[in-house]
C-alpha cells in the first residue's frame, strides 16, 4: 500500500517502471543477460533488503507476499507504532498485514487485531485516509461480510478514484454478493488504470466466473510469466492447477499445484490442490498426506470438510468423523474472530449432518451474501431436507448465466440434475448429468458414482415422438 503523503501514479504499469528503474540504473539486458553498462562496473552492490522491506514493498504493489516477509513486517510495524503511535501509514500497513497473515494460516484471531489497528490509523487520521479503508475492505471480505467490504472499499474509491489497489476489493465483493455486472465494471476500470500480472490474475478470475475458461487459462499464464517474486508466481499457478482441476484434467492440475509448492512451500491452497488431484487419479495414499499437510499450515473448515469426506469415501468412518468434529471447532474458532465459515459448515449439514439445519444456515447466507456459492449450498440443502420445488429456483440461479456470472461448475450441474430428477422432470435432470461429467468426471468421489448411477437409471432419451394432436378443442379460446 501507497503513503498516504505520496501521489499516487497509476498510469504507468509495472513493465513500464521496471523499464524506468532499469534506465535509470544503467542496466542492459541482452539475450536474457543483464549487463552492467562500464560506468556501472564499478559501483558498490546495493544490499539485499530486510523481509520486512520486501514485504511492505509487496503490499505497495499489490501482490502476494510470503509468510516469512509477513512476520518480519508485522513485527516491523508493531515496533513503529509503539514507538509513534501517531503515525496513521504503520498502523494501516499493520492492520493489513494481520489480515493478510490471517487469510493466509486460517488464523481468525489475527482479524481482531487487524481491525483494532486499522481503526486507530482512522482514528489518527480520519480525513483522506483511503489506506485504511482498504484494509477494512480486505478484512470485511476475509470474514466473508461482502455488505461491509463493498461499502468500505466504495468509501476508498470515492477518496481516491484512480487507486488501483481499491478495485480487486470491489470485486471480491461484488462476486460475493452475486452482482457480476458490477464486477465486471470493476475489472474494466482496473485495467484502465494498471496492468501486469496482478491484473491478469484478478481478469481470469471475473473470466472463470463468466464462463470463458480458456481466456481466464490464457490470462494466468501470462501472470505466471510475468510474475515478481517466487510468492507471486506460487499463487497464480495455484489459480491455473484450481482450474485445470475444473476442467477434468487431473495431470495438469497437479503439475501446476507442484510447481506452485516448489516455488512457494507455504502454498497451502496448492497442497489441498495437490490432495483433490491425487484423489481423482487413485493416489489416495500421497493425496492423504497432502490433505494433511495443508492442514498443518492452515486448518481451514474447507480443507477439513474435503479431507473427512475423502476418508468417508474410503471407509474410513471414524477418521472422517474426527474431521468433522475439527470442522465444528473450526468455524466456531472463525466465528471468535469475525469471521463467517458458516457455507462451509452449511454444505458439511446438508451431507453428512442435519439437512434442516443447512437449510437455517444457509438461508440466512442468502440474506447477506446472495452470491452463486450460497444459492448452490441453499438449493442443494432444501433438495436434502425434501423441498425440491424451492431448491430447483436456487440451483436454477446458481447455474443460469445471466444471474449467476456464467461459471461452469460440475458439483453446480450435478445438484440441479439430482433435484430435477426427483422432480420428474427426467430430461433436463439427464442433460445436467451429462453436463457434470463432461466439465468435470472426477469433481467428487461419491457424487460422480451417483451421477452415473442416475444416468444409468434414467437411460437413454426416448426417440418416439409423442402425439400433440389430442382430441379437437371445443373451447372459445381456439377460435
Known amino acids: 500500500m501507497e503513503n498516504q503523503d505520496e501521489a499516487p501514479a497509476p498510469a504507468r504499469g509495472p513493465r513500464g517502471v521496471r523499464v524506468l528503474i532499469a534506465s535509470v540504473a544503467g542496466c542492459a539486458v541482452l539475450g536474457g543477460v543483464l549487463t552492467l553498462l562500464p560506468w556501472e562496473r564499478t559501483a558498490p ?8 522491506a520486501r514485504a511492505h514493498a509487496a503490499v505497495a504493489a499489490g501482490v502476494p507476499m510470503s509468510l516469512p516477509g509477513l ?22 500497513v499493520l492492520g493489513s498485514a494481520y489480515v493478510e497473515r490471517g487469510r493466509r494460516t486460517a488464523d481468525a484471531g489475527y482479524y481482531p487485531r487487524a481491525e483494532k489497528a486499522l481503526r486507530t490509523s482512522l482514528k489518527v487520521r480520519a480525513e483522506g485516509n483511503a489506506q485504511a479503508l482498504g484494509g477494512l475492505a480486505a478484512l470485511a471480505n476475509a470474514r466473508r461480510d461482502f455488505r461491509a467490504a463493498r461499502a468500505w472499499a466504495e468509501a476508498a474509491r470515492k477518496l481516491e478514484p484512480r487507486r488501483w489497489t481499491t478495485y480487486p476489493l470491489l470485486i471480491d465483493a461484488f462476486n460475493g454478493l452475486g452482482d457480476h455486472r458490477a464486477a465486471r465494471a470493476a475489472l474494466d476500470r482496473l485495467r484502465e488504470l494498471w496492468s501486469g500480472p496482478a491484473v491478469q490474475a484478478w481478469t481470469a478470475a471475473v473470466h472463470r466466473d463468466q464462463g470463458w475458461r480458456e481466456d481466464a487459462a490464457a490470462q494466468l499464464s501470462d501472470a505466471v510469466a510475468g510474475a515478481g517474486t517466487p ?43 495437490q490432495g483433490r488431484a491425487l484423489a481423482a487419479l487413485g493416489r489416495t495414499t500421497q493425496a492423504l498426506h497432502a490433505y494433511r499437510a495443508a492442514l498443518a499450515g492452515q486448518p481451514s473448515p474447507q480443507y477439513t470438510l474435503e479431507l473427512g469426506e475423502l476418508y468417508e469415501s474410503l471407509g ?65 440443502a432444501l433438495h436434502r431436507a425434501g423441498d425440491d420445488e424451492e431448491a430447483l429456483r436456487f440451483a436454477t440461479i446458481a447455474t443460469d448465466g445471466t444471474r449467476g456470472g456464467g461459471v461452469r461448475s460440475a458439483p453446480y450441474a450435478y445438484h440441479r440434475g439430482m433435484i430435477e ?59
Not at 552492490?45 to 520486512?52: I, Q, S
Open 71 to 92: 512476520a518480519a513486517l508485522i513485527g516491523e510495524r508493531e515496533a513503529r507504532v509503539r514507538a509513534r503511535p501517531g503515525d496513521a501509514v504503520s498502523w494501516a
Open 231 to 273: 510468492v507471486e508466481r506460487a499463487v497464480y499457478l495455484e489459480r491455473a492447477g484450481q482450474l485445470a482441476w475444473e476442467r477434468g484434467d487431473r495431470d495438469d492440475a497437479l503439475r501446476h499445484f507442484r510447481e506452485a509448492l516448489r516455488s512457494d512451500p507455504d502454498q497451502r491452497a496448492a497442497q489441498a490442490g
Open 421 to 479: 430428477r426427483e422432480l420428474g422432470r427426467y430430461g433436463p435432470a439427464r442433460r445436467h448429468f451429462q453436463e457434470a461429467l463432461r466439465i468435470n468426471p472426477y469433481f467428487s468421489p461419491v457424487q460422480v458414482r451417483a451421477a452415473r448411477e442416475a444416468l444409468t437409471e434414467l437411460g437413454e432419451p426416448s426417440l418416439e415422438v409423442p402425439d400433440f394432436t389430442g382430441p379437437p378443442c371445443r373451447s372459445a379460446r381456439c377460435a
Open 316 to 380: 474410513l468412518v471414524r477418521a472422517a468423523r474426527a474431521q468433522y468434529e475439527l470442522l465444528r471447532s473450526r468455524v466456531r474458532s472463525a466465528a471468535a474472530g469475525g469471521a463467517d465459515e458458516e457455507l462451509v459448515l452449511g454444505r458439511f449439514e446438508a451431507d453428512h449432518g442435519d439437512p434442516a439445519t443447512a437449510v437455517r444456515l444457509l438461508r440466512a447466507q442468502w440474506a447477506r451474501q446472495p452470491g452463486i456459492e450460497v444459492a448452490d449450498a441453499l438449493g442443494w
Open 45 to 52: 552492490r546495493a544490499p539485499a533488503p530486510a523481509p520486512g
